[in-house]
């Protein structure tokens, strides 16, 4: 999309991601189980809504319109029409348009990208907002239901699980084409969760992850398809999380900024938001994410920016081998060579260009309808010196973020710039 008008963060918010392992999440072994229960989708998304327009420093009757990226309400939460569900956050909210977008684990960029589109409308001030509540099931109905993401008819029967299945035959050709070994990819994982271990945000804020764990199946971190061919190539460890949470943010027009007394000179801009969608249960080639490549490829030429301007990238790694591919997609590595160029350094907090800070879908936790959010947020956060223990190094100019729907299916690109850097 060509922006005819400027768009900028003007503030955001997450909730914690939390799940499985996280102290503030209760299941049957924790001491206030039965005394209180996890958070809500609608307490999720609300209380990160109140907190966004709260960080954007509006009064709540300047937003005009909103967006909320969701997977699979009705399936997870037994809750549809969330649009309707963001409106109750304020009273001011009553009666604007409000709307759900859905593609998947990129439910959330696309809100952004539909609100970066009703900024070029006309409208001045735009939430984005994303949300998933997953942990009311187990983990093998809740693959039932994240299968819902690919073509259920087609591609079902891969395995129980299918979305892991997807990444352990990418782990597997990918492999096989570039001589990479499956132990190779073990320094993502580490990588996550050492991020994760300084974001207090984060599902697996509590969970330390050695390199030798992340490269050895073990009792705690076990191969678990059921398809043999496809088993050794995936352990526990090295999928996202199934998490609940929220992230928000409001977005604003240049004569939104300037009606707040604000300057452009002084705030965080998406210079570009660029979606393809591809079609569902078609993927190419299984070693390299085209679909993703081209994404980035546009958003690169419409903000007229280079990888080599980025100071920091948050990219879709819902599996371990996601993050390689992505690096290659982005022309860090050849191909190949990703996993060693994450095995380098060059990726982490205080590398050539840090990647997934706050331990990214492996390890913050992956709330599907709010990760694309969550991501473009980050950068910001970055950008703004917000991260705390995981805070990159020196000021930030320019920043990108990769969100991923489906195997390499609906993708959402985002370039932003720091004009106060
Ligand atoms: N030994 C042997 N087998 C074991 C085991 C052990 N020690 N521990 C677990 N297993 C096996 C069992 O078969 C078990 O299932 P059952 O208990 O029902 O028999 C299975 O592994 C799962 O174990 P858990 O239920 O204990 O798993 P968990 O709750 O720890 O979850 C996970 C682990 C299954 C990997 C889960 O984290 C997961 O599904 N992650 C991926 C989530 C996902 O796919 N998200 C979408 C990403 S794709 C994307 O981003 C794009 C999009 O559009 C969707």
New binding site residues.
């Given amino acids: 999309m060509k922006q005819n008008r400027r768009v900028f963060v003007l503030g955001g918010a997450h909730t914690k991601y939390i799940g499985?392992f996280h102290p503030d999440f209760i299941w049957k072994g924790h001491p206030d189980f039965g005394v209180r229960d996890n958070p809500t989708i609608e307490e999720h998304l609300l209380t990160s809504i109140r907190s966004a327009v709260d960080d954007a420093g509006i009064e709540p009757g300047r937003i005009q319109k909103g967006y909320v990226g969701n997977?699979a309400g009705q399936l997870f939460a037994r809750q549809g029409h969330l649009g309707a569900m963001a409106a109750r956050a304020f009273p001011e909210f009553d009666g604007l348009p409000f709307t759900r977008t859905e593609g998947?684990?990129?439910s959330g960029g696309m809100a952004i990208v539909s609100g970066i589109e009703a900024l070029q409308a006309g409208y001045d001030f735009v939430l984005a907002a994303g949300v998933e509540v997953q942990t009311t099931v187990?983990?093998?109905v809740?693959?039932e239901y994240?299968a819902t993401?690919g073509h259920y008819l087609l591609e079902r029967d891969i395995d129980e699980?299918t979305?892991?299945a997807y990444?352990a035959v990418r782990t597997r050709d990918y492999c096989e084409a570039t001589g990479t070994r499956v132990e190779d990819l073990a320094p993502v994982v580490a990588k996550a969760y050492a991020n994760a271990n300084r974001n207090p945000f984060a599902h697996m804020h509590g969970v330390s992850m050695s390199l030798e764990n992340a490269a050895t199946a073990s009792?705690?971190n076990?191969h678990?398809l059921s398809n043999e061919a496809l088993r050794p190539f995936l352990k526990?460890n090295d999928?996202?999380?199934?998490s609940d949470g929220s992230s928000s943010i409001v977005l604003v027009s240049e004569d939104g900024l300037r009606a707040l007394g604000r300057s452009p000179d002084d705030a965080i801009e998406i210079l570009s938001a660029v979606q393809k969608t591809g079609r569902l249960g078609h993927v190419d080639d299984t070693t390299r994410l085209v679909n993703v490549k081209n994404t980035i490829d546009q958003a690169l030429e419409e903000s007229n920016t280079a990888v080599s301007d980025m100071a920091v990238a948050e990219v879709?790694d819902?599996?371990a081998v996601s993050e390689v591919m992505m690096v290659e997609a982005l022309g860090l590595a050849k191909f190949g060579q990703g996993a060693a160029h994450i095995a380098s350094g060059a990726t982490a907090i205080d590398g050539s260009l840090p990647m997934n800070t706050g331990g990214g879908?492996l390890a913050f936790g992956?709330p599907?309808g709010a990760t694309g959010i969550k991501q473009v947020f980050e950068i910001a956060r970055q950008m703004r010196g917000l991260c705390g223990d995981y805070q990159v190094g020196g000021a930030i100019k320019h920043g990108m973020a990769v969100n991923?729907?489906?195997?390499d299916?609906t993708v959402v690109t985002t370039v932003l710039r720091n004009n106060a850097s």
Avoid: E, T, W, Y
């Avoid at 999928?239 to 199934?242: A, D």
């Fill in positions: 499985k997977f998947a684990c990129a187990n983990a093998r809740g693959a994240l993401g699980f979305f892991p990444f009792k705690s076990p678990f526990v999928c996202s999380q199934v879709h819902c599996f879908l992956h599907i991923m729907g489906g195997d299916c």
